[in-house]
């Protein structure tokens, strides 16, 4: 009897397996505009100085690597905390809010999930129609029923209106999973009107949201993307945020993250915070201290913070740059309407609004790699291959 012969094969992930094609390619001009990753003007995704700065002071200082708490490293935490809530947010010193340190965000939805399963138990997720695929499965896997509420249109175009009619008929008690910025994939974000109008149907509603906050700093600025996530952790008492620093650490790899609960009383945050790691012990027993130690030493450090700042700024601009660039090079071919859409999203993805057909000739002619649903990494463009790129999309438009 062979133990394994039923088990199938799964189709590659539909985001990290681009980059193995990418990688397989030998075409020296291909571009990969696929998983959400910054590179800058030279194709490389940096490190930022300020966490090189930071890793050179942990190589001479760390004491230890014995292992980091259930919650993690708590320097890390509570500057995470006032990262994500404000410096001065009265809810910190209240004791209201708790952040437990995960392998990235990716870690902090899966605990998230996990929680909900285990503790709310009959509770639906509902997600963006559309939403990150993995959002998808991970919830999947926690068991949970996963529905859709509407977001983008046929049109490629916000509907906002879609989305509150859909919200308003939630059953009550239901999570809804919310973008805090840079929505991915389609880039579209909410206005704070429409962040007002979402957080009158949660309350009308009683839904617990929980909010994925995987790009601060990307879309409008470090303080202003976290505009909705304050709003709602000032307005509800109960709240889960989960945080990436991922991508405005540039610590992809190091999987860094954390899952923050805001919780009506002190006990029963902490009644909250010992079930969640009840359940990261038997997920992954500790976190990884690393990229967490890093983050701590530039938030707590004037000058490392200062630095970290503006580089993570002009990330920020240089991506807005991009999609400006990328619309310009389009208008030649007579497509800067149709794509306009595209200096109007935020963060580091556009949907585009190109057919799956579309990205499979993009990559096939000309070895330019984008998601299948047409999300496309303008984070991963480049000055010098916009032309490039608009050129291919001009032939396959056609
Ligand atoms: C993406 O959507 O490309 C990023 O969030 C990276 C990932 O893990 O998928």
């Known amino acids: 009897m062979s133990h394994f012969a ?20 030998s075409n020296p001009a291909k571009l990969d505009l696929g998983v959400g990753v910054y590179k800058d003007a030279l194709g490389i995704t940096p490190i930022p100085y300020a966490v090189k700065l930071a890793e050179r002071q942990l190589v001479e ?6 292992y980091i708490g259930g919650h993690g490293d708590a320097a890390f935490g509570e500057q995470l905390l006032r990262l994500v809530l404000g410096a001065d947010n009265a809810l910190l010193g209240a004791g209201l809010a708790g952040a437990t340190q995960t392998p990235g965000g990716t870690g902090a ?7 909900i399963a285990a503790q709310l138990p009959g509770r639906g997720i509902w997600l963006s129609a559309p939403t990150w695929p993995i959002h998808e499965s991970i919830f999947a896997t926690c068991g949970l029923r996963v529905e ?25 008690g239901d999570v809804v999973l919310l973008h805090a910025c840079c929505h991915n994939p389609t880039g579209f974000d909410l206005s704070q009107h429409d962040w007002q109008r979402v957080l009158e149907v949660v309350k009308a509603r009683e839904l617990l949201p929980l909010i994925d906050f995987a790009y ?3 879309g409008d600025g470090l303080e202003q993307d976290a505009w909705a996530v304050r709003l709602f952790a000032a307005e509800l008492p109960e709240l889960l945020i989960t ?16 899952l923050i609960v805001r919780a009506e009383n002190f006990e029963k945050l902490i009644d909250i915070r010992s079930q969640l790691a009840f359940l990261a012990r038997n997920l992954w027993s500790t976190p990884p201290a690393h990229g967490a130690a890093v983050v701590a030493s530039i938030l707590g450090d004037a000058q490392l913070r200062t630095l970290w700042t503006e580089e993570v700024e002009a990330m920020r601009l240089r991506i807005a740059n991009l999609r400006n660039g990328l619309v310009s090079a389009l208008a030649p071919h007579g497509l800067a309407e149709r794509f306009a859409h595209i200096t109007a999203q935020r963060g580091m993805f556009s ?21 299948s649903s047409g999300r496309a990494n303008v984070a991963g463009m480049s000055e010098q291959r916009l032309d490039y790129l608009a050129d291919a999309i001009a032939q396959v438009c056609r």
Do not use: W
């Not at 939805?109 to 929680?115: C, E, I, K, V």
């Not at 620093?245 to 954390?258: H, I, M, P, Q, V």
């Not at 949907?351 to 998601?371: D, M």
């Open 109 to 115: 939805l899966r605990l998230a999930g996990d929680f």
């Open 243 to 258: 945080s990436s620093c991922s991508k405005n650490f540039g610590l992809y790899r190091e999987r860094t993250g954390a």
């Open 216 to 218: 601060q700093g990307f």
């Open 351 to 371: 949907y585009t609004g190109l057919t799956a057909s579309q990205v499979q000739r993009l990559r096939q002619e000309f070895s330019v790699y984008l998601v």
């Open 61 to 66: 200082h760390e004491p230890t690597k014995s």
């Open 6 to 25: 039923a088990i199938d094969r799964v189709p590659g992930d539909p985001i990290l397996g681009l980059l193995d094609a990418y990688r397989a390619d």
């Open 148 to 172: 859709h509420y509407p977001y983008v249109g046929a049109d490629n175009r916000l509907d906002v209106e879609a989305m509150l009619d859909a919200l308003q008929r939630v059953p009550a």
